[in-house]
């Protein structure tokens, strides 16, 4: 790309996709402002609008996904406007203090990405017309005094917006296959009461599918804005207020699929990673199978068998990390401070490279091994957590630590079954959990597999678990999915079954 831009006050260095290539770069999708996980998603529907109680519990876990983001990954784009109108990013900058120049150290040297659509600055030429006057004089302030890394998907007017219309173009391929979705893979990943739950929402998906397909056919442009006024908000209202109609049958579900994909369709403009919250959709909800593949082109999956997830399985052994899960430290008290500092510590530079060197081979030999496969990862980045747990109680002085018993997760996607197995210190071998059945898979002759590794915590004596992040670190395929699944179901029916889950961690996926 080109060298810095200078525009008055305001200087830059331009970014595209091929910049990023190598790193571990998210959209993290919980600063999208009509972001609700499942629980509080259900409360909103009940009472028709947001209220005080539910705005303050979204914020706070917003601001919880925002921080994880930071320390988790190398680099994090955000959406331009939500810097500056997304409190629980400029709360950090808004005073002078050690979160403001965290902040300003974070955009320095490129971890904080802002994304530019089309526009040419990271400072809007005109404040907005929305109420963020407090957080744009902040941002103003900082840019004008901070050299920043910006993103866009070219830097050529007419290749922007020619790339722009093919991102539109694919969220819009999306909705008009709403009518395609497997009801199996609905229900695991809405979390949905039961199978005529699943074929009820998709009866729904259909109606909005045949609308967005006539649409589309007029000749007319199909939006985000456009989808939520017509199944989603109450009529008549403005959707930046949030006043979800609990009277449009399964607006919930047609609202989480249709943010997880907006949210999704950027990461895969520029080909980074996808950051879904806790407790909502992964983005196996989208299901991408592989014909979604070959139609973007992208390369042929490696193929696998029981026979072979079996043995990645036996390889598996957590016994030297157990003393590290006896007692990990949480993250709820970190700011970005805190987070900056550990950054710059040995132990959150062996995590990134643990992870890194995972991602990069995307093999299942990699994903086995001791040294460097799913062990020294869960290793790595327990190591990180403590080092994060000293740095912040130097700054809380006095306070007494919150810790937990952990657990490592390794998880198995195949279509829309899902194999999980859980290693706790509290057990001598993994228990196993089984979301889904086999006879989904039947009509099948090939699906995708998609192996996933994750930390989390047990909750109390009951040994209920929840997972805080998972990473899908493996892209398979496998032919014959039923019989495979099967089989892989009958060998591992020995094993205890494990409590279920309280709903899922923030989630790093990508397309392929």
């Known amino acids: 790309m080109a060298d810095t831009i200078d525009e008055g006050d305001v200087s830059f260095t331009p970014m595209e996709a091929g910049d990023l290539a190598g790193s571990i770069t998210v959209v993290p999708q919980a600063l999208d402002n009509q972001w609700f996980d499942r629980r509080l998603l259900a409360e909103v529907m009940r009472a028709g609008e947001v209220t005080g109680a539910v705005h303050r519990e979204r914020s706070r876990k917003a601001r919880t996904e925002y921080l994880r983001a930071v320390l988790g990954a190398e680099r994090v784009v955000v959406n331009r406007a939500y810097l500056y109108n997304n409190p629980e990013v400029y709360s950090d900058y808004l005073r002078d203090g050690p979160d403001r120049e965290a902040f300003r150290d974070l955009l320095r040297d490129g971890v904080i990405v802002p994304y ?224 900056r500092s550990t950054r710059r510590e040995k132990e959150w530079r062996d995590y990134r490279d643990a992870l890194a060197r995972l991602m990069n081979s995307r093999s299942v030999e990699a994903f086995a091994d001791h040294d460097t496969g799913a062990r020294a990862i869960t290793r790595a980045y327990l190591e990180m957590l403590g080092r994060a747990e000293q740095i912040s109680a130097r700054r809380r002085t006095g306070e007494a630590a919150d810790r937990y018993s952990g657990v490592t997760e390794i998880g198995i996607d195949i279509g829309a079954l899902t194999i999980t197995l859980l290693y706790s210190p509290e057990s001598a071998g993994p228990a196993v959990e089984v979301v889904g059945t086999a006879a989904g898979l039947t009509a099948a002759r090939a699906t995708r597999v998609g192996i996933r590794w994750g930390v989390g915590r047990l909750l109390g004596r009951g040994a209920r678990r929840r997972i805080e992040t998972t990473v899908k670190l493996l892209d398979l395929r496998m032919d014959n999915p039923a019989r495979e699944a099967r089989t892989l179901i009958d060998r591992l029916a020995n094993l205890p079954t494990a409590e279920p889950g309280d709903g899922n961690g923030q989630d790093i996926s990508d397309e392929a």
């Open 116 to 339: 530019l659509l089309h526009e040419p600055s990271p400072l809007p030429a005109e404040p907005p017309s929305f109420q963020v006057a407090e957080g744009f004089r902040a941002w103003r302030e900082v840019v004008e005094q901070t050299p920043m890394s910006c993103l866009r998907l070219s830097w050529d007017e007419k290749e922007n917006a020619e790339l722009a219309r093919n991102v539109a173009k694919e969220f819009n391929a999306f909705v008009n296959n709403l009518t395609q979705l497997e009801p199996e893979a609905l229900k695991r990943d809405l979390d949905l009461d039961d199978m005529e739950h699943a074929r009820s929402v998709l009866r729904r998906l259909r109606v909005v599918g045949r609308w967005v397909h006539d649409e589309l056919d007029a000749d007319r442009l199909v939006t985000r804005q456009g989808l939520y006024e017509r199944f989603v908000t109450a009529d008549g209202t403005n959707v930046a207020d949030r006043r979800y109609d609990p009277g449009k049958p399964h607006a919930a579900e047609v609202k989480q699929l249709i943010d997880l994909k907006y949210a999704a369709n950027l990461a895969d403009a520029v080909d980074v990673f996808c950051l879904t919250p806790a407790d909502s959709p992964r983005r196996t909800a989208l299901q991408e199978g592989l014909a979604a593949l070959r139609g973007r082109g992208r390369d042929e999956l490696p193929g696998t068998d029981a026979d072979q997830l079996l043995t990645l399985l036996r390889n598996l052994a957590f016994e030297d990390v157990q003393r590290l899960l006896e007692s990990v430290p949480t993250l709820d008290r970190l700011s970005l401070a805190d987070i």
